[in-house]
């Protein structure tokens, strides 16, 4: 191979799914060979085979933490799977490959590399799915989808050296689902590889290989990794990400139709630029500084340049693709889990940050100093932004902010008051705080519970004669865990629960270090908590008649609430009363099989697995499993029978991001999703 004619074309997910787009990308792989290039194609795996296989390691990993491993049941399973994977692949190869020969024989490799993959699935039934198993099972996407390809160029007489991306040695640290690529080892192995090739390579994405001869994957956006990677190592002439989008917008088409093709960014913006080419492979090109396009499938005239020097309008472009935001007592403890939350949001960009007179003109890095409490360091995008006076500057903020997070702590009626300030003043005002719960027309919202509530806001814009703006409220986070699971088991009608939460400190605004008296303790009051929790799950569960919320008057709820010495998470011990009892199976089915309303929207705070079942005894426990799907998960576990009432079981939710700022950014998702923030 000459490198300066090296040309490193990665191939999509979609592409990669679809007999038309794989027929253009065969002409360009011909068309570059026609100019005396060398092409080399990296290939992702065929659209959604990836989270296909993540769905079954999940699947089967709660069969075997369950405790109850039924061989045949996940035998049976495991087929399904197979078959189903089957034929998705040789559907497609009967679209694309003519020649008999060839197409019985891809469909034989078909097969063969399905019987690796069962073999890693059925280790996962034993052994659970360890980072390491879920590496080998994740990579078999790309191998299923290089081999396909492969045999198509071939049945179309081009030559085609098909490879892993272990085979040439991508080699990476053990940093198993995220590892990184050790470029010099790495760099040696594949010039030493691919120089000997005669054909054209085609490389699975993604996965690499440890020294210790481990299979990894490199995360999100893994096949554009290994593509930059391997341009960068072969000083290649061009890299083209081949996609099915118009190279990179100008905005985010969902929120600004008109959005346009930029003609070309440089790294800094192509790190920003979202889900088009993730920072993970820019990286690559920063050492390289090889020419590299963003290029539409469809249409290889349309394309964005990738390069050093170029300035362009993709900075402001941010700021008008991405809804902007203001935090409202954003030095607290939930502002700033907040800030941290959206430092890399696809929707939203924080553009005010505003607290009390106290802060007001200082950098927000000066204003949280001592003070900030999240495990990582302040967002560069945020630490040097003049923090507002939440009063005295709300026209100023309500000029730029669509949104306004409200995690302000004072008191109640000036909260109330200014949350219809901000509203009045068109912004979507999303509440963290108590203050507007219990005002009628404003929803109180767990977007998996009761979403279709987001109808209060059309009565409340016309009742206030409010055009964008609005307020919206999120429950109080004591509830947010056990809520959820009787919505699961809603069909068996509950009729009585008694529930006793141990609340974390941090859901008084409290580390260790600022509230020492919690150390080796437990207060057993948390003033208002117990009404909190007896009483606004009758407002989530209430029903919109006649343009009124009518409150639910079941299950009667009795609740204790215990501050204990804990960090983070609310634990609930949970009693219940049924008028249809279930068995412990139904109640795990359908805790298992709870439909959550909102995951078809694809949110990008929405967790995949909203309630997860662990069986063990000793689960859930804080330390362990309040971080479960980002924070954004309600554990379950303890399933037994009550002597007094029917059931008893454990809830765990993450007080500060499921039950305060994850919770409402969520919210605020389902509101762009809905139409009632543009």
Excluded at 17 to 46: N, T, W
Excluded at 292 to 313: F, G, L, S
Excluded at 363 to 384: F, G, H, M, Q
Excluded at 492 to 508: D, H, K, N, Y
Aim: charged share 25%; glycine share 6%.
């Amino acid at each position: 191979m000459r490198n300066k004619k090296i040309i490193v074309n990665k191939l999509g997910g979609v592409i990669m799914g679809s007999a038309k787009l794989l027929a253009l990308a065969k002409v360009e792989i011909v068309r570059q060979m026609s100019k005396h290039c060398q092409p080399i194609v990296v290939v992702s795996a065929l659209q959604g085979v990836t989270d296909d296989l993540v769905a079954i390691l999940n699947k089967l990993d709660r069969l075997v933490n369950s405790g109850i491993v039924d061989s045949s049941k996940t035998q049976f399973i495991i087929n399904k799977f197979i078959e189903c994977l089957r034929k998705k692949h040789s559907a497609l190869v009967e679209q694309l490959i003519v020649a008999k020969e060839n197409n019985e024989l891809v469909k034989h490799r078909i097969i063969q590399i399905l019987k690796k993959l069962r073999q890693d699935l059925e280790t996962v039934t034993v052994r659970g799915a360890l980072p390491e198993l879920q590496d080998r099972v994740l990579s078999f996407g790309e191998k299923l989808a290089s081999i396909i390809f492969s045999i198509y160029l071939t049945d179309n007489k081009i030559n085609v050296e098909s490879l892993t991306s272990e085979e040439i040695g991508i080699i990476t640290n053990e940093n198993h689902l995220d590892a990184e690529i050790d470029y010099t080892l790495a760099k040696s192995n594949i010039i030493q590889k691919l120089k000997k090739c005669t054909g054209i390579p085609v490389i699975t994405g993604f996965t690499g290989i440890t020294i210790s001869k481990k299979t990894t994957t490199l995360g999100r956006g893994g096949s554009d990794a290994t593509a930059c990677f391997i341009g960068a190592a072969l000083s290649a002439k061009k890299i083209i990400l081949w996609k099915d989008v118009p190279g990179v917008l100008s905005a985010d088409p969902n929120i600004f139709p008109n959005a346009k093709t930029l003609k070309s960014i440089n790294y800094m913006e192509a790190e920003k630029s979202g889900k088009v080419i993730f920072d993970k492979a820019v990286q690559y090109l920063k050492i390289s500084k090889v020419p590299t396009e963003v290029t539409y499938i469809r249409d290889a005239k349309i394309k964005t340049q990738i390069d050093e020097q170029t300035k362009t309008e993709l900075g402001a472009m941010q700021s008008k693709s991405k809804i902007p935001v203001a935090i409202l007592g954003a030095t607290g403890m939930v502002g700033q889990r907040l800030i941290s939350l959206l430092a890399n949001h696809p929707l939203f960009e924080v553009a005010v940050v505003a607290a009390s007179v106290n802060s007001a003109g200082k950098t927000y890095r000066e204003a949280v100093l001592n003070k900030w409490t999240i495990s990582s360091t302040i967002p560069d995008k945020v630490k040097d932004i003049i923090v507002m006076e939440v009063n005295r500057d709300k026209e100023k903020i309500a000029r730029v902010a669509k949104i306004a997070f409200s995690a302000l702590d004072m008191d109640k009626n000036l909260i109330k008051r200014l949350e219809i300030e901000y509203a009045s003043l068109g912004v979507a005002v999303i509440s963290n705080n108590s203050a507007h719960r219990w005002t009628k027309d404003i929803p109180m919202i767990i977007p998996e519970v009761n979403s279709s509530h987001t109808k209060l806001i059309d009565i409340q814009r016309r009742q206030r004669k409010w055009k964008t703006g609005l307020i919206a409220v999120k429950p109080n986070c004591s509830i947010q865990s056990y809520v959820p699971v009787l919505e699961a088991l809603k069909k068996f009608m509950p009729t009585r629960v008694i529930i006793t939460t141990l609340q974390a400190i941090s859901g008084a605004g409290k580390t260790f270090k600022s509230w020492p008296e919690m150390h080796d303790n437990i207060i057993p009051f948390i003033g208002g908590e117990e009404e909190k929790s007896e009483q606004e799950p009758m407002k989530i569960w209430g029903k919109i008649v006649k343009d009124k919320l009518r409150l639910a008057t079941l299950p009667k709820i009795s609740a204790t609430c215990i501050r204990v010495s804990i960090s983070n998470g609310h634990m609930a011990a949970v009693s219940v009363k049924f008028k249809k009892n279930p068995t412990k199976q139904d109640i795990i089915n359908s805790i298992i099989n709870f439909k959550n309303p909102i995951r078809k929207f694809n949110l990008p705070s929405a967790p995949k697995n909203f309630i997860e079942y662990i069986e063990k005894n000793d689960r859930p426990q804080p330390k362990l499993d309040r971080d479960n799907q980002k924070g954004m998960g309600i554990t379950v576990g303890r399933i037994r029978e009550d002597s007094i009432l029917d059931w008893k079981f454990i809830v765990l939710s993450h007080n500060t991001l499921r039950g305060a700022a994850g919770g409402a950014v969520l919210m605020a998702e389902l509101l762009v999703h809905e139409g009632y923030i543009i």
